[in-house]
């Protein structure tokens, strides 16, 4: 698992509530990355960061945004959530892309 | 942009048997990497295997060996000696090599492989 951690690991919200889910890391990499998982979807990229306020788009990025103001840290925020975006959340991280354990966000 | 397409929904095995589960991608990339990843019942993601496509020679760890056909875009991922512990969905995913820019993973959709006892 390379020192990644998520949390929350669970979280249940309400539509329109905004959401943060938080990425930290110990081994110092530079990339970090955020995807969500959905049924037949496999892992979808969301947005990743290539530095500290270094980050970009990836394939799914509407309705999310990032930030990383620390080498370690790599929050993913929904400002508004939706019921589309119930879906479980991996973090991941390093050159060979090692996972975090998933957050499971349900957005009633 | 990349595609990867798993063919194979779902798979069954019986414990000491072979399995091999099929992957194939869309690049027009020359330099990129190929991984399996295993995803049991817990939702941890793991890394199963890596290739390097300028490698010609199949990657292998311990049961778990690939089949890489570069020309025909084609990464399958064998199990010998099957294991009640291999019961996962298992991805295969594609990164280009581009060491300026983010290496990210696109994902195939998954093949649910359970072995049986």
């Known amino acids: 698992d390379a020192g990644i951690t998520q949390s929350p690991r669970h979280k249940v919200t309400e539509t329109g509530t905004p959401v943060t889910l938080r990425c930290h890391q110990t081994e110092n990499h530079r990339y970090m990355y955020w995807y969500r998982q959905d049924p037949g979807h496999g892992l979808r990229l969301i947005h990743y960061?290539?530095?500290?306020?270094?980050?970009d788009k990836g394939e799914v990025s509407d309705g999310y945004s990032v930030s990383r103001s620390k080498t370690e840290d790599f929050l993913l925020t929904l400002e508004s959530a939706t019921s589309s975006q119930t879906s479980v959340y991996f973090c991941a991280a390093g050159p060979k892309q090692f996972f975090g354990p998933g957050t499971r966000l349900t957005v009633l | 942009a990349q595609t990867v397409t798993q063919s194979q929904p779902e798979m069954s095995v019986q414990e000491a048997e072979t399995v091999t589960l099929s992957c194939t991608y869309d690049?027009?990339?020359?330099?990129?990497?190929l991984f399996w990843y295993k995803q049991p019942p817990s939702r941890q993601m793991i890394l199963v295997i890596r290739q390097e496509a300028y490698k010609q020679q199949n990657a292998t760890e311990n049961r778990f060996s690939v089949n890489f056909q570069k020309a025909a875009k084609s990464f399958s991922l064998k199990i010998s000696d099957s294991q009640l512990g291999d019961t996962a969905m298992y991805f295969c995913a594609f990164m280009k090599h581009d060491n300026n820019a983010g290496n990210m993973l696109t994902f195939g959709g998954g093949t649910r492989l359970m072995v049986k006892p």
């Open positions: 960061s290539y530095g500290v306020k270094d980050t």
């Open positions: 690049t027009s990339e020359n330099n990129y990497y």
